[in-house]
């Protein structure tokens, strides 16, 4: 027989008796690990946006089959995916969200605060997400963060016929308790110390599912360990690690993805302000039937003519298709053109917009002044100039306010001065709106005057942290200096975080230190984690690799740090691997282990002979385990007994850097695993370097 015959059908052999080696190995870990339903919360935390569609379809890549998404109402009673009960920390905008309109909260973008990769993110509607879970066979965890949504949630779940499918959460986790003809799955939730087989059993019998979580957890042993011991679900901010830890390699390349939303401001501009009418958009599925009155907001056109006319027009102004007719969009037309006429402001339409300003607010009606605004904003500028420059003296402070908004949504640069005097402007919410409304006008004679308000002892936190927003849009190095100086010397995390997302989109080097130390406090203010986040971020995208700060953080750092830094790097791609293996030089076992780690997750072959020479030369043996039988007994056993017998860090290193290997899959690392299996001598990294040759023969 041919040589070369005989070795394929040996190697061919050889891969054979290795997968069932690990069926085999597979088979010791318990059923219930297999079953774990892995959960996502709010997406992929550390790569995108929380609760935005980015985040949640990256989560769903990575092996999610459950996404954890938080939900609020706005004013008008739309359902949609938010943490906290004001929008600043997670748009552009601000307010809180119980204040503001649907049509509003599609003004702002919802994924440039952590990195300028996701601009253009919008918040999700929950039927948006509904659709997305049904369409891709999904379960969701609804955290619903307020009282008074039952109806309008249960009505939506009965109308998507998703409620066999979604766990309520949050305000609602009791509900089904209570009401049960309310169909679909109960869950309960025990924390990990807790998950004994005697509580989840206690749980099944009362017809619960059981949920724990391992957030900020990215240790593949440690979740593994937790999974067998048989949740339902298993919570978690790394969905990929934990994809691994359980075996399930592929994740999902296949995800189904719904239609989205531009924003609003984009979609607006682009029907009123070009030279002849488009024809309007096709609504996205789940969006435009929910609407209501008001704008039309995926026909700005139509909503045009209604504001002109100052009604909503019929069904018998719609052609069969459900646009305008010809004839109506002549009118539209015309009318447009009749926007652009000197004087305006004393007309018919911009007159009724202008009382609408005021009269909206002598009748306690909020909602129509800033509706009014909106309408205003997104005329032609020449036409509404005037009228909005007048309203910024006007006396009500939220007519002031509302002006200032749509001068910062109109885009027109001769609005600065008078925007930079209302800095001044006694009330807070028009300082916070003039504040914004110059970061978006990205005027360079606004820089200034927003260093001031950054820097002003006498200024409103909540006024400081806006102003670090809009020098960060604006982007110029002028403001540098003045942004690390509040950012190391402010008590408030806010405000930190805002500085930090500032000097990112800045990009000088100069901030990379500050931003570093940044990372390696731990206050332990609820704030912190997701200043972190941005501050990390802001590291990635500085224009002078950071290499120095990286490593530091590696050194010094938190676990949660470790894990940030070693994220990023991931992300940060081919570019850190210097870094990287600078780091497997360090003193540290621990350090050296997260740079291995790291590697094996950029998955790039040139980290590979680094790598061996980690497996040979980090050698220790170790003591075989007890049988656990003999010394401990009850559900506490494995916990035990692994607390117990943790294995010496270059041991540690050792099974990080075999699995490493069989992670990136290279060919050449096949002799180096084929060594391991047969004279390893712990048991643990034989399994590994297993399960790796397995990776390497579907390569």
Not at 440 to 453: F, M, S
Not at 628 to 637: L, Y
Request: aromatic content about 6%; charged content about 30%; glycine content about 6%.
């Amino acid at each position: 027989m041919n040589t070369r015959i005989e070795k394929k059908i040996l190697k061919n052999a050889l891969f054979l008796s290795l997968f069932f080696l690990l069926h085999g190995l597979f088979s010791i870990h318990s059923q219930a690990a297999a079953e774990v339903l892995i959960a996502a919360n709010a997406g992929v935390q550390i790569a995108a946006p929380e609760n935005t569609m980015v985040a949640l379809e990256l989560a769903v890549k990575q092996g999610a089959k459950v996404l954890k998404v938080d939900v609020r109402s706005t004013r008008d009673e739309k359902l949609v995916l938010m943490r906290d009960e004001t929008i600043d920390r997670t748009t552009d905008g601000h307010g809180t969200l119980r204040n503001i309109l649907f049509d509003e909260l599609q003004l702002y973008d919802a994924g440039s605060w952590l990195s300028d990769r996701f601009k253009g993110e919008t918040v999700p509607l929950l039927k948006e997400v509904l659709r997305f879970a049904k369409l891709n066979h999904l379960k969701l965890i609804l955290d619903v963060r307020e009282h008074g949504l039952e109806k309008s949630i249960l009505n939506l779940l009965g109308s998507t016929d998703m409620m066999r499918e979604v766990y309520l959460w949050g305000t609602l986790s009791n509900l089904r308790e209570i009401e049960p003809s309310i169909v679909g799955p109960r869950l309960v939730f025990l924390s990990a110390d807790n998950l004994t087989q005697a509580e989840i059993d206690d749980a099944h019998a009362r017809g619960a599912q059981v949920m724990t979580s391992l957030l900020n957890c990215d240790d593949r042993e440690w979740i593994k360990t937790v999974a067998q011991r048989g949740p339902d679900i298993l919570l978690v901010d790394y969905p990929a690690v934990a994809a691994e830890a359980l075996g399930r390699f592929d994740g999902q390349s296949n995800v189904r993805k719904i239609k989205r939303r531009e924003a609003l401001a984009k979609r607006l501009r682009a029907g009123l302000m070009s030279e002849s009418p488009k024809e309007p958009p096709e609504p996205a599925e789940g969006t435009s039937e929910e609407e209501g009155e008001g704008f039309d907001l995926l026909d700005p056109v139509h909503s045009l003519y209604n504001l002109l006319l100052g009604e909503r027009s019929g069904k018998e102004d719609l052609d069969e298709s459900g646009k305008l007719t010809p004839e109506l969009r002549e009118k539209v037309v015309a009318l447009r053109r009749d926007l652009r006429e000197p004087g305006l402001e004393e007309k018919g339409f911009i007159a009724r917009r202008w009382r609408a300003l005021n009269r909206g607010l002598e009748e306690g009606e909020i909602v129509e002044s800033r509706r009014a605004a909106l309408a205003l904003a997104m005329l032609p500028p020449e036409a509404v100039l005037p009228v909005l420059l007048k309203a910024l003296d006007y006396k009500r402070p939220a007519v002031r306010a509302n002006a200032a908004w749509a001068l910062g949504l109109m885009g027109d640069d001769k609005a600065v001065p008078e925007l930079i005097k209302r800095l001044q402007d006694e009330d807070i919410e028009v300082k916070r709106e003039a504040t914004l409304a110059l970061g978006r006008l990205k005027h360079p004679d606004a820089i200034e005057p927003l260093r001031w308000v950054l820097t002003s002892k006498r200024m409103d936190a909540a006024v400081v942290y806006d102003a670090a927003r809009a020098l960060g849009w604006i982007g110029r190095p002028e403001a540098t200096a003045d942004l690390i100086k509040v950012m190391e010397t402010t008590s408030d995390w806010w405000v930190k975080g805002a500085c930090a997302r500032a000097l990112g989109r800045i990009g000088e080097g100069r901030a990379a230190e500050s931003l570093g130390q940044l990372l390696l406090q731990e206050p332990g203010d609820p704030v912190y984690p997701w200043t972190k986040d941005v501050a990390i971020w802001a590291i990635s995208e500085l224009k002078e690799f950071p290499a120095e700060t990286l490593l530091q953080m590696l050194r010094f750092g938190s676990v949660t740090t470790k894990s940030r830094a070693c994220w990023t790097m991931v992300r940060m791609g081919e570019v850190t691997i210097p870094i990287l293996i600078r780091a497997l030089r360090d003193p540290h076992p621990e350090i050296r282990r997260r740079a291995v780690e790291t590697l094996g997750w950029l998955g790039n072959d040139k980290a590979v002979p680094s790598i061996i020479r980690v497996v040979k030369e980090e050698k220790e043996e170790i003591p075989e385990p007890k049988d656990p039988k003999s010394e401990i007994q009850g559900d506490w056993a494995v916990f035990e007994l692994l607390e117990a017998e943790k294995p010496p860090e270059s041991t540690k290193l050792r099974r990080t850097a075999v699995w490493a290997l069989g992670k990136i899959g290279d060919p050449n690392a096949e002799k180096v695993l084929d060594e391991v299996v047969r004279n390893g001598e712990d048991k643990k990294i034989k399994e590994l370097a297993e399960e790796a040759m397995l990776r390497l023969s579907q390569k």
